[in-house]
Structure formats: structure tokens, C-alpha cells
């Protein structure tokens, strides 16, 4: 049994906005704040806790607001600070939390500290940033950005490089100057005494560089993520510090997203003793598929993969630490399109997947359109994508040879504005999210999917995640209770069990297009949740998941 601590983060269920895609309000285009506040009732209604609200500052956009030029402002296009005052407000009025997105391991290379720092090599901000000589008219180092080319960039003002770990708009901060991360600390308080409830902490490993910059002597990019860019030598220090002198004095969440954090060194982060995190977004899943160049360079993968790293990290997680449980997001490819089968059995998956989401262990994040069962999109012209990872691997992927058509079918599974076309709440024009001409084409498929239809079907993926979501806030039993897996001989079923003194749940998945035989006894069980109306017992239908209760 277990014996884990309570806490209000491991309760609720976390829904992501991506405010750009969300909800237009003044027919610009871009979704705002105002029309995030037109959809409060939707939001309420679905049943979630905590918005997680993607960055909404003011930035020049090259990576769609993760490329921050002032901290403390909100980028005219998404509104103003009594805009999000309100916001907030309406959250709270609501009983919902707020937690901010920030992104701290580098800044917009339009903030004045980076202006300031590339003007010359002795200002207060040049060491804001990591700048080096090249070595004999090349980069200092084989270090690779996430999003193609080299991590570093030349400046001429000064004949230096300096780091980007990203887009070369993206320069990251040096966390070893006690000066950033005084900063970066006023930054947090300004936030959290707006009354915010937390935060999620973009790429929070890399913030500690190993500052010898030797070269990288792996191949593949994600090896070098893990072994090189993150888990620095003093990662824990500096989150500790931010633990220490910010964090611990406020009743909040904060979630780290993990490119690079492996399930050995998770509870370093996340430890219940450790005064870091509270929990964390691991990748380990969602980078299975990426070959050594990335994600456009995919290889193979199956739900066995899936399964094993579930397992995997909840054992190492046991009950001094926590994770987020999580299937997309804004930089992933629908959940429906990649781990579901969203042609034939489009709402049956999704309905599996939501039950999945909602019953391992671990804080639930929903992204927004997922109750909606949205889909990935295939656009026809690489001139519709927006997403700078997209357009920087086209360039250097055409350099290598293949074709924009070749390409293009890599973007339509992979690519991350899958997860970025507008919400679609109905069928009018542009679905309804905008009266202007969206920032990035609508998903042609919104004639059909979207959120009247399924609000007017009470059989809809939208009235699942809804009756779940209410499920798991009177059973306490799937949030505090243990995690076993119940390996079965067939590979198309994933089945587990939650259980603590009081109760225990058996969860049985087929996550796949056939049908599929289970032996495991559920004589003693009542059936509480089932995605699909099947009589047979000990058979399941394709994409059908059951969720049974022993008293
Ligand atoms: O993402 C970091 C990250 O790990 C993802 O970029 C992911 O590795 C990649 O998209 C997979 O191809 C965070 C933000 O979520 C992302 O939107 C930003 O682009 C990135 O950091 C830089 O801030």
C-alpha cells in the first residue's frame, strides 16, 4: 500500500492552453486572453483544475513566445495585465488555479539584457549570456541547436560566439551569474504575488552548462541532450536556490519539463525531501521514435516501449517523488494521431487514451482540443507551417538531399503545429476561433470535429473525459494509490492495477484495430467506466478500455 504525502497537485488534473490557438476575441488572428475569458464556462464545464497558459509575454515570436524580450509584460496580442488580472481572477472565481509558463534557460535575443550584452565585451550584461571565441573561424564547439544547425552563433560587434541551445534568437542565460538568477528570482515573485498558483519551467535541466564546451562525442541529438546539455553539474543547485529563496513561500506548483532527465536521475528533481520540484513533464515517451538527427529522423517504436517506460518511471518515482502523466502537448503531434487510430476507431482511442491519462499515477495534463478528439493535420504546402523547428529542419533536410515532398510527410506525422491549429469550436468559418484569417490555417476536418458537435453528443469524447475527470476527484484511490502493472500475453492489452487499503481498480486497455482475449478475473469486480458498449466479457473490442472496481 502506499503512504504517500497529500497534496493538492497530485489531486487536480492540469489543462493546457496554447493562447495563440486557443480563442481569438478581436479578429486579429491570434488567439488572446479575452478570448480564453469568452470560454470560462467551457473550461469549467469540462471539469479541469489547473490552466496551464503557454507564454504570453511580450516576445518577437520566433519561437512563438518561448523566446522571452520582457518578463514582466503581456505581448500586446494576447491582451493586457488587467486582461490577465481578470483572467485570473475569473480562474479563481471558478475554483481553478493558474500556472504561468516560464522559460529561463534563455531569453529572446531582443531583451535589453542580450541588446545590452551584445554591444560590447564589457557591459553589466555580458555575462547575461555564455560568449566564446570561435576556433580557427569555426563555432567553439560541435554542439548542435534542438531545432538544426550549430548551438552557437557569431556576432561581429563583438567576434565572438555566443550559445543558443536554440534558435540563435533564443540566447541562453548564464545561470552561473549570481546576477541572472537574482533576476530571473524578481521575475517569479512579481508573478506569484499577482496571486498565480505556479509554474511549468521550460527546459529547466539545461539551466546548467558544463562550461569546459567540449565537444559533444555523441551522434544522435537526444544523447546529447541527456549527457551533455542537461543534468549539469550544479542543475540542483540552482533549483534549490530557486527553492529556497522564492519558491517555498508560496502554496504552488511547479512542474519541470525534462528534455534530457532519465528516470535514474527523476527523484533528484522531483524528491519529496529534495526542496526542487514537485513534479516533472519526463520526455522519455514522447521521445521514443526519434532517431539520431531527431524527430524528422524517425525510428520504430511500439506500445511495448510505451508501456515499459510507464512502468519504468513509476517505479522510480515509487512514493518520494511524482510526474506529470502526459500524451501531447504544444510541441508533440495530436495523442490521438500517434498513439491512437484516428480513422477508424477515431473516438473510440481517444476515449482509451483519456482513460489512460486519468488513471495512471501521476498529475493528469490534458492539452487543449484532446476532449475535443482534434487530429493531427496535413497541410499541403510546407508554406502553411509556422513552427521555426519545422522551417529550420526543412532547410537543413533539403541540404541533404531529400525533397520538401519527402519532407512534408515527416511534418504531417512529426511536426509540431500538429498541436497548434486553432481550436475548433464549430463549424462557421475559421471554426469559429477567429473572425479574422488565423496565424495558421485551421484543420480542414473542423466541419465535423468540433466543440458544438461533441457538446450536443453526450456519447462524445468530450462527455468521456468529463464524466472521468469527475470519476477520479470522488476515487482517491486512483491518485494516492499504488501502480502494478498486469503484463498479459497479449501485446495489444495494457493492464494495471491502483489500489490502496480501501479500493482496488483494474484498468484494461486493448490499443489496438483487433479484438483481443483477457483471462485476468473480474468476477469480484463491478464495471465502472467503459468506452465502448460490449457485453462480452472476457473480450475486447478494438480500442476498448474497461475500468473495473473491487470494494
Ligand atoms: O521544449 C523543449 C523541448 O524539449 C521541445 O522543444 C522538444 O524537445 C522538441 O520540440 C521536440 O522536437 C520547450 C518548449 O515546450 C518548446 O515549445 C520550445 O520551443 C523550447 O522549449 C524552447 O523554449
Redo the contacts with the bound molecule.
Sequence with gaps: MTTFTKAWWKEEVIYQIYPRSFKDSTGDGIGDLRGIISKLDYITDLGVDIIWL?PIYQSPND??G??ISDYYSIHPEFGTMADFDELLAGLHKRGMRLIM?V?F??SSDEHKWFEVSRSSKDNEYRDYYFWRKGKEGAPPNNWKS??GGSAWEYDERTEEYYLH???KR?PDLNWENPAVRKSIYEILRFWLDKGIDGFRM??IPLISKRLEFEDSPYEALNDT?EHIYSNGPKVHQYINEMYEKVLQDYDIMTVG????ISKEVGLAYVGHDRGELNMIFH?DH??LG?GPL??FDPVDYSWKDIKRLFQEWDTAMGESGWISIFLD????PRLVSRFGNDKEYHIESAKLLALMILTLRGTPCIYQGSELGMTNVCFDYIAEYRD??TINYHKEFIDRGLTTGQFLKLVHE?G?DNARTPMQWNSSDHAGFSKGQPWINVNPNYITINAAEVLADTDSIFYFYKEMLLYRKSHKTLIYGSYEELVQPSENLFAYKREDADHEFLIIMNHSDTIVHFDIDVRDFSLEIQNISNKMSQVLLPWEARMYLRN
Design positions: 503557454s519561437d512563438n518561448y523566446d509558463d522559460v534557460n534563455h534542438f531545432f541551445l536554440f534558435t533564443q521550460d527546459v541532450i519539463e525534462g528534455p534530457g520526455l514522447m521521445f526519434h531527431g524527430k502537448n504544444h510541441d508533440f521555426v523547428e512529426h509540431r
